[in-house]
């Protein structure tokens, strides 16, 4: 059976996968940008900003990360994922923060209460705009992932609406060593998820956590 | 300067300090001891057991575990570490889950709203019932401690009033790979602490966090 997928989600001890006061010029919010620094440590995320990934070499950090590209055929995100526009979408001008190749290269099903045509993007990315739920997008998904499974993306708020709907099968999270005190929680309300601790494995810069379903299909 | 100190606390990755459904007959909550099967692997936790530890040998865990203890002088809890009453106490016979001769040796303040004698104990230890507050409490413990360090111990509720008071000088916490789903949350509301992270090492058991004040003295 196709899963429906959560990688390389960075947390802060106190659970926050954001900081606090985010804002258009500030999306991660104050000091959010140290969840992600040890990906951009790795080779894999050298590569993704186009830089020298040669000194990188092969990490525990890195092998995580790429695990989370695998056998994916589809990706699902929340609407602040793929823009800061909130409301009504004034124009069709916005495409995504990722220029005109976005990293996916696959159909990818935004959340959103307003509807928009699909937009279809160099490389393969096409952007689905889904104004009927988590589970109308879910089905989508599977269906266009034709057999492959279904990542989900962020931000929090999205990936709690499946979590407390149980129906994430695979989550990994990265444990940052950062206080935030207060931001957007993740891990909050998480007795409906179904979730368990598979496995866990530190890195010199995180600790990541593996959560399956505990009882299998 | 002598300073507040938190050791040793476990947490679940989703910051609960216990399990859900906290009862008399299960005081850390259900399941709420697999936060604490890593001291248990240590020849410190062994032997605060009465157990032959001559094979756990020395670890990160051990090492960190140990240190906990090192130049302290008196120790502050609430009365739920204290014992299973509430309210009003009924007689003078409950003196702590520990026995005799309880581990603390030094003078140990107890938080309550409810006044009581202190209570002399085999080893050294001394009970006081503190009801005059966390600050009162914490004046109090530093002047018994004779110069030496203050260790705040539980329950979260009581670590988290000193820490939005800003008065925790040192907090080590130890994330242990579970998901509790609800509970008690220690790691909320953390703004007003004034602590950051300082270092943090990872066992084969649990990840350990280092947190102090950001600003020094």
Not at 47 to 68: C, F, N, Q, V, Y
Not at 73 to 85: D, L, V
Not at 98 to 117: A, N
Request: no cysteine; net charge negative.
């Amino acid at each position: 059976m196709p899963k429906l997928r959560v990688h390389n989600l960075s947390v802060s001890i106190d659970g926050y996968a954001a900081g606090p006061d985010q804002s258009v010029d500030n999306p991660l919010g104050v000091g959010g940008e140290q969840l992600h620094e040890w990906v951009f440590k790795t080779s894999y995320g050298l590569e993704m900003l186009g830089l020298d990934s040669r000194g990188a070499g092969t990490t525990l950090d890195d092998e995580i990360l790429r695990a989370g590209d695998v056998n994916i055929g589809a990706t699902i995100m929340g609407r602040n994922m793929f823009g800061p526009i909130r409301d009504e979408w004034p124009d069709e001008s916005w495409t995504g923060w990722w220029g005109d190749e976005p990293p996916y290269h696959h159909q990818t099903f935004v959340l959103t209460h307003h509807p928009r045509p699909s937009v279809e993007m160099a490389g393969g990315t096409v952007f689905h705009f889904v104004t009927d739920g988590i589970e109308a997008a879910l089905d989508r998904a599977f269906d266009a992932a034709g057999g492959q499974d279904v990542r989900l993306g962020g931000g929090p708020s999205t990936i709690q609406q499946y979590l407390r709907a149980g129906l994430v099968d695979e989550m990994h999270i990265a444990i940052v060593p950062v206080l935030f005190g207060n931001g957007e929680r993740l891990l909050d309300n998480m007795a409906g998820s179904g979730l368990d601790v598979v496995s866990f494995a530190a890195s010199p810069s995180v600790m990541h956590v593996h959560l399956g379903q505990s009882s299998g299909p």
